[in-house]
C-alpha cells in the first residue's frame, strides 16, 4: 500500500469555529451555551505536515508568514473540525430508506439479504469506497463504523480509508446465533478474526480498531466474553455495540439472558462497559443505567434519524448529559437505518427530539456533540475535533448560504448562534463547501 502523500503547507481563510467551553457545563438552561461558541470572524488557520500549526486573526498572522504559501479562500464561510458520526453500518448503505419495519423485522427482511454479500470482496470494496465519497462530502471525517461478520468487509473498508488517509473506528460484526447461516461466525471464529484484523489494523497509519459484536441477541455469552478478552489483551481498542433501541429487544434480551440483571449487566459481565465503548442509541436506559454508564465512562451514541425512522422512541438526551453525572454522548447517523449520512441533518433530529420532551438544543451544544465533545466521548481529545494548533487538520468548511432557503434565512440572522442554528436546521450535504482530511482537500 502506498503511504498517503504528505500534503503541503496550506493557509485557510473563513470564519472559525471554537469554544471556550463546554456548552453542557452547567446544564440544558444556563446559558453557558449561548456563551461557548468562539467565533474568529476574519480567521486564518495554518495546516503544515498535517496538521494545524498555527491559527488566528487574518490580519494578524498573515504578514508573518511568507507571502507564497497557497491559500483556500473561504471567506464567508465558517471553518470548523470535520464531523464525527459515532454510529454507522457503511454494508447498509444500498438498504437505506426500506420501507415499513420495526427493528427485528427490518433487520431480517432488509439488513440480512445486503449484508450477505459483503463475503464478496469485489462488492465490499466498491460500496467501502462510494460510502467513504459521501461520508466526506457531509463533511464527515471520522466515523464509528460497523462492517459485516466477513473479515473481508473489513479489510475493504480499512484499505480504503487508509488509501484516503481518514481517521476511522470499524471492526467486524461478531455474531454466533438468532442470524442467518451466511452471517453467522462462532465464538472462536470470530475471536481469531476479529484478532488477525486487530494485528493488521489497529494503529496502522490513522486507522483503529473496534470489536464489534452486534447487539446481545446474537452473541452467545462465550462470544461476549472472548469480545472482552480481546479488548483486554489490547490497549486502545474500541468495543461498539447496541443497547437498548427498542423495548422488544430488551425483552428478548432479558429472554436469553435470565442471569443478568438487565441489557446493560449483559456486557458488563463481559466486561465491555468501558472507555472508549461506543454503545449505539440506549434510547430505553434506566436511571441506574445512566449511572453506569457515566461511572464507565463508556459513549452513547445518539442517533435521533435512526430511532425516529424505526419508531424506536425518543432518547432522553439531557437526562444523560444530566451535569451531576454526565453520560458521554455523540452523535450518529446510524445508516442504514438512518436516512441520512449527514451530520447536520442527524442535528436537525437531535433537535426536534430533544423538543419534543421539552428541552431546547442549543446549535452550540449539537455542533459540541457532532465534533469536539464527540472527540471526548471517544477519547480522541487532543487528537481530532477542534481548531487548535498540533491538532489533526480534519476540517469542515460550511456554507451558511449556500441554498436559496438558507441564503433568505441567514441573511437574517442576529447573531452567530443565530447563523449555526439556521445550518443545523436548514443544512446538509449542500452547505458543506470543502472537506479536508490531514489537512489535504478531499470534498
Ligand atoms: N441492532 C442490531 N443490529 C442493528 C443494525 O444494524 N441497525 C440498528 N439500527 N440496530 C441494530
Ligand atoms: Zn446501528
Not at 469485489?122 to 462530502?137: K, N, P, T
Request: glycine share 8%.
Amino acid at each position: 500500500m502506498t503511504p498517503p502523500t504528505r500534503a503541503l503547507p496550506r493557509i485557510l481563510r473563513g470564519s472559525l469555529l471554537r469554544f471556550r467551553h463546554d456548552p453542557f457545563a452547567h446544564g440544558p438552561f444556563s446559558g453557558a451555551a449561548e456563551e461557548a461558541l468562539d467565533i474568529e470572524p476574519d480567521g486564518l488557520l495554518l495546516i503544515e505536515n498535517g496538521k494545524i500549526a498555527q491559527i488566528g486573526p487574518y490580519g494578524v498572522l498573515r504578514p508573518t508568514l511568507p507571502p507564497d504559501l497557497p491559500e483556500d479562500d473561504h471567506s464567508g464561510c465558517l471553518i470548523g473540525p470535520g464531523f464525527i458520526d459515532a454510529h454507522v453500518h457503511y454494508p447498509q448503505l444500498r438498504a437505506v430508506a426500506s420501507y415499513g419495519e420495526q427493528l427485528l423485522t427490518w433487520l431480517t427482511r432488509y439488513i440480512f439479504p445486503e449484508e450477505t454479500r459483503f463475503s464478496d470482496p469485489a462488492y465490499a470494496a466498491e460500496v467501502a469506497r462510494i460510502f467513504l465519497d459521501q461520508l466526506l462530502s457531509t463533511g464527515t471525517t471520522t466515523a464509528a463504523v460497523y462492517c459485516t461478520v466477513h473479515p473481508e468487509s473489513v479489510e475493504a473498508f480499512f484499505a480504503e480509508s487508509a488509501r484516503r488517509n481518514t481517521r476511522m473506528i470499524a471492526g467486524k460484526v461478531l455474531m454466533d446465533r438468532n442470524a442467518p447461516d451466511a452471517l453467522c461466525d462462532t465464538a472462536q471464529t470470530g475471536y481469531d478474526q476479529s484478532r488477525l484484523l486487530i494485528d493488521r489494523w489497529h494503529g496502522t497509519g490513522r486507522q483503529l480498531y473496534a470489536v464489534t459484536p452486534r447487539f446481545a441477541p446474537t452473541s452467545t455469552p462465550e462470544q461476549l466474553r472472548l469480545a472482552g478478552i480481546l479488548l483486554d489483551e489490547t490497549p486502545g481498542l474500541y468495543m461498539q455495540t447496541h443497547l437498548l433501541e427498542t423495548q422488544t429487544e430488551e425483552a428478548w434480551v432479558r429472554r436469553l439472558f435470565p442471569d443478568r440483571s438487565g441489557y446493560l449487566d449483559v456486557y458488563a459481565h463481559a466486561g465491555l462497559v468501558r472507555p472508549r465503548a461506543i454503545f449505539g442509541h440506549g434510547v430505553h436506559l434506566s436511571g441506574h443505567d445512566r449511572h453506569h454508564c457515566h461511572d464507565a465512562r463508556c459513549a452513547i451514541a445518539h442517533c435521533p434519524r435512526s430511532n425516529l425512522f424505526l419508531g424506536s422512541g425518543n432518547f432522553d438526551l439531557f437526562a444523560a448529559l444530566d451535569p451531576g453525572r454526565p453520560v458521554r454522548v455523540a452523535l450518529g447517523s446510524d445508516v442504514g437505518a438512518g436516512d441520512s449520512l449527514s451530520i447536520l441533518r442527524v442535528m436537525n433530529e437531535a433537535y426536534k427530539v430533544a423538543h419534543a420532551r421539552g428541552n431546547r438544543l442549543h446549535p452550540a451544544q449539537s455542533y459540541w456533540l457532532a465534533t469536539t465533545g464527540a472527540a471526548c466521548a471517544l477519547e480522541l481529545s487532543g487528537v481530532i475535533g477542534e481548531l487548535a494548533p498540533g491538532i489533526e487538520a480534519d476540517l469542515c468548511v460550511l456554507d451558511p448560504a449556500a441554498t436559496p432557503l438558507s441564503a433568505e434565512r441567514v441573511s437574517r440572522a442576529e447573531s452567530w448562534n443565530d447563523v449555526l442554528f439556521a445550518l443545523t436546521m436548514l443544512g446538509d450535504d449542500r452547505h458543506v463547501r470543502a472537506t479536508y482530511v490531514a489537512g489535504t482537500r478531499a470534498a
